[in-house]
Structures are given as structure tokens and as C-alpha cells.
């Protein structure tokens, strides 16, 4: 009987944690930075204002490895200097995480984030508004 409870409580400790992570597969964090999404960051390159909190995360990106525009709190990471993988954010977001009140806060301020970067996903957290 321990042991079917040990073998029960085991199984249930991986899949919690296996649906804790993106997508819900076991994910192995790539890199991780944090952003200041400035005003610059939510407006595309040709000056249209976007409304969707992953373009505005891949638009920060953009000025930060094409364009060299990095906000004071802007940390580089190693996975969206490629156009390519830019072009997965909203993707990676539908596949990962970030909460409503997150995602309201990057459409409607200008908030510090932290951004952790999965193979197939990315997880969002508000750090400060």
C-alpha cells in the first residue's frame, strides 16, 4: 500500500509539473531578459500603433538587435537577434504564458518585463509597470 501511494504521489509530482510548463511539455529554459517596453516599442516600423502585447514584445526585440535602440533597462538576449526567430514571438506566446493583467499592461503602459525563452514558448512576467 506505501508503495502504490508513493508510486501515485510520484506520478502526480511530474505531471503537475509537466503542465507547468509551456505548452505543456517538459520545457528547458533557453535564455531569459527583462525589457522596458517604452513607447517606441509600440509602434511598428512603419509608425502603425500595434495591439497585441506579443508584437509589441517582438517589436522591442526588433529595436533592440536591428535597429540598436535599447531602453536603459533593455537586457540582450542570445534568441531574437534572428529575424526568424522574431517572427515566432506570437507563436511562442500563444504556446507559453502571460497573464491578462500582463498582457494589459504591455498593450496600455510601458512596463518592465521579463521574458524567459522556451524552444517552442515564452513566458512573460510583469516586473514593474
Not at 517538459?26 to 535564455?31: G, I, K, T, V
Not at 526588433?62 to 506570437?90: C, I, T
Not at 497573464?99 to 514593474?128: C, H, K, M, W
Given at each position: 500500500?506505501?508503495?502504490?501511494?508513493?508510486?501515485?504521489?510520484?506520478?502526480?509530482?511530474?505531471a503537475l509539473f509537466?503542465?507547468?510548463?509551456?505548452?505543456?511539455?517538459?520545457?528547458?529554459?533557453?535564455d531569459r531578459y527583462?525589457?522596458?517596453?517604452?513607447?517606441?516599442?509600440?509602434?511598428?516600423?512603419?509608425?502603425?500603433?500595434?495591439?497585441?502585447?506579443?508584437?509589441?514584445?517582438?517589436?522591442?526585440r526588433a529595436n533592440?538587435?536591428?535597429?540598436?535602440?535599447?531602453?536603459?533597462?533593455?537586457?540582450?538576449?542570445?534568441?531574437?537577434?534572428?529575424?526568424?526567430?522574431?517572427?515566432?514571438?506570437?507563436?511562442?506566446?500563444?504556446?507559453?504564458?502571460?497573464?491578462?493583467?500582463?498582457?494589459?499592461?504591455?498593450?496600455?503602459?510601458?512596463?518592465?518585463?521579463?521574458?524567459?525563452?522556451?524552444?517552442?514558448?515564452?513566458?512573460?512576467?510583469?516586473?514593474?509597470?
Amino acid at each position: 500500500m506505501r508503495r502504490l501511494i508513493a508510486c501515485v504521489a510520484g506520478a502526480f509530482a511530474i505531471a503537475l509539473f509537466v503542465l507547468a510548463t509551456p505548452g505543456g511539455a517538459l520545457a528547458q529554459e533557453l535564455d531569459r531578459y527583462q525589457a522596458r517596453l517604452s513607447p517606441a516599442d509600440h509602434y511598428n516600423s512603419r509608425g502603425q500603433r500595434l495591439q497585441d502585447a506579443a508584437a509589441i514584445i517582438r517589436q522591442d526585440r526588433a529595436n533592440v538587435h536591428r535597429f540598436g535602440k535599447r531602453d536603459p533597462e533593455d537586457q540582450l538576449d542570445a534568441y531574437f537577434g534572428s529575424k526568424a526567430n522574431r517572427g515566432r514571438m506570437e507563436a511562442m506566446l500563444r504556446n507559453g504564458s502571460a497573464d491578462p493583467g500582463v498582457r494589459s499592461a504591455i498593450v496600455n503602459g510601458t512596463p518592465l518585463i521579463e521574458v524567459i525563452i522556451y524552444q517552442n514558448a515564452v513566458s512573460v512576467f510583469l516586473i514593474a509597470p
